[in-house]
């Protein structure tokens, strides 16, 4: 089992739809959680960092639930802009503080 | 601010060549500079993890001898891919930290082909 599981995707959505990326860890030991994205052949960026008590960030809203090791993702109002792979990471501080990647889901907003 | 070069930023060789990939933070100095590696539609998966001055830390499965890791200054990590085959072709990724673990500053990723 990987260490961090994301929604296969893709999601094909169409502008102004509202999306959510789900997102579970399998390591209780995580700490730190994190939504990066990705565009085609480039390096990541950190999208947010995802708080216990939830947060937010424009149309951008993370959710954690420690106990169910979960975190989510809603993106309200897509734009076309917001098409990329959206990461789900995790920070092990247990083993030197190392992010651990998921897999990635694609979004393709439409016109 | 917290810029990573990556230097080249595309590299094609021949088979059983070695390839130096440059990490360089601009604009700060980093202590602990990370090395990923990225297949297509795969997960990032780090490979090691080098601080200044010590030898790099490798994940499991990752051949230490075939990639070299030096760390010799605060804002220069490379990575040297020795022997080259096609199965290394991939997209290879610098990050570097300022001492926090969670802030970690990419850089803009080498894509290498092994031919």
């Known amino acids: 089992r990987k260490e961090v599981e994301q929604d296969p995707g893709p999601f094909n959505v169409p502008e102004g739809a509202t999306v959510a990326f789900n997102c579970t860890y399998s390591?209780?030991?995580?700490?730190?959680f994190f939504w990066y994205r990705q565009d085609c052949r480039k390096e990541p960026k950190l999208l947010m960092s995802?708080?216990?008590s939830g947060n937010e960030d424009g149309r951008f809203t993370a959710q954690l639930n420690r106990a169910s090791q979960y975190i989510s993702l809603l993106i309200r109002d897509s734009k076309l802009s917001d098409s990329a792979t959206y990461l789900c990471?995790?920070?092990?501080?247990?083993?030197?503080?190392?992010?651990?990647f998921g897999q990635g889901t694609e979004l393709s907003v439409k016109p | 601010g917290a810029v990573v070069s990556q230097h080249p930023s595309r590299v094609i060789c021949k088979s059983g060549t070695s390839v130096k990939i440059e990490c360089r933070s601009l604009?700060?100095?980093?202590?602990?500079m990370f090395w990923y590696r990225q297949f297509p539609k795969k997960s990032l998966m780090l490979m090691a993890t080098?601080?200044?001055?010590?030898?790099?830390?490798?994940e499991q499965g990752v051949e230490k001898d075939k990639f070299l890791i030096n760390h010799a200054s605060l804002t220069l990590s490379t990575l040297t891919v020795t022997s080259a085959h096609p199965e290394d072709s991939s997209f290879y990724i610098c990050?570097?930290?300022?001492?926090?673990?969670?802030?970690?500053?990419f850089g803009p990723g080498t894509r290498l082909t092994v031919l």
């Open positions: 390591n209780s030991a995580s700490q730190s």
């Open positions: 604009d700060f100095q980093a202590t602990t």
């Open positions: 990050s570097a930290s300022m001492g926090s673990p969670d802030t970690q500053y």
């Open positions: 995802v708080y216990s």
């Open positions: 080098s601080n200044e001055g010590s030898k790099a830390t490798y």
């Open positions: 990471v995790v920070n092990r501080y247990n083993q030197g503080g190392k992010l651990i």
